[in-house]
């Protein structure tokens, strides 16, 4: 093997570990921006029994699934809604990989994958219908919070969702590598929940 080849790898690797470690910082202050939107939306609407950014739903409490529903709707939402669907989805499934690699339990990561889906779907949808950022916050916690019949995937024991069945880990890189050719291509990306439902151009 030539010197050049070796060189021309170790730059291969440096340049992915590099963008991930990008994602990762890049996801981070995402979480930030996600957690001050939660706090400003929910003291709107408990005016009597405000939090702050010390006072999040903790794992494991049950207000903590309906949390990590907007956290992950609303961040791909800002994503899709500030960068485009292609940026928003491909930080989702990186999160998800790199999250799948510490804890490897596939619910999590199908239920995570579903909500970041969401909530690309409204910011796309929405802001063809010239809606701001601030509505499609309100609107996707809403929707979370006072809609029994969400979209959104809240209870963690739900398994009434067929498209989740499909949602093994090749699975999830394989539709990377698809969508991501489609959006290249210009088509327009639809749910898959709501086949008949334009919801615009990544």
């Known amino acids: 093997m030539s010197i050049q080849l070796l060189v021309r790898g170790g730059a291969l690797v440096i340049g992915i570990v590099g963008s991930i470690h990008t994602v990762y910082l890049g996801l981070h202050e995402i979480r930030?921006?996600?957690d001050s939107k939660y706090v400003e939306l929910y003291n709107k609407n408990n005016p009597e029994n405000k939090i702050d950014l010390n006072s999040l739903p903790?794992?494991?409490?049950?207000?903590?699934?309906k949390f990590n529903a907007f956290q992950h709707a609303y961040g791909s939402a800002y994503?899709?809604?500030n960068f485009g669907y292609e940026i928003s989805y491909i930080a989702g499934i990186l999160k998800e990989l790199i999250t799948w690699t510490s804890e490897p339990?596939?619910?999590d990561r199908q239920r995570d994958l579903w909500n970041n889906e969401q909530g690309q779907i409204t910011a796309i949808r929405e802001k063809l219908n010239n809606k701001n950022l601030e509505q499609i916050?309100?609107?996707i916690y809403n929707e979370i919070y006072n809609n029994p019949n969400t979209d959104y995937i809240i209870d963690p024991d739900n398994t009434d969702n067929k498209y989740l069945d499909e949602m093994t880990i090749p699975n999830i890189i394989q539709d990377m590598f698809i969508k991501l050719g489609v959006c290249r291509l210009g088509f327009i990306e639809v749910s898959p929940k709501k086949r008949n439902q334009s919801v615009g151009h990544c």
Do not use: K
Not at 58 to 65: A, F, N, V
């Open 137 to 139: 916050s309100e609107e």
């Open 58 to 65: 903790q794992y494991g409490t049950p207000e903590y699934d």
């Open 105 to 107: 339990d596939i619910d």
């Open 32 to 34: 930030q921006v996600t």
């Open 79 to 81: 994503l899709a809604y």
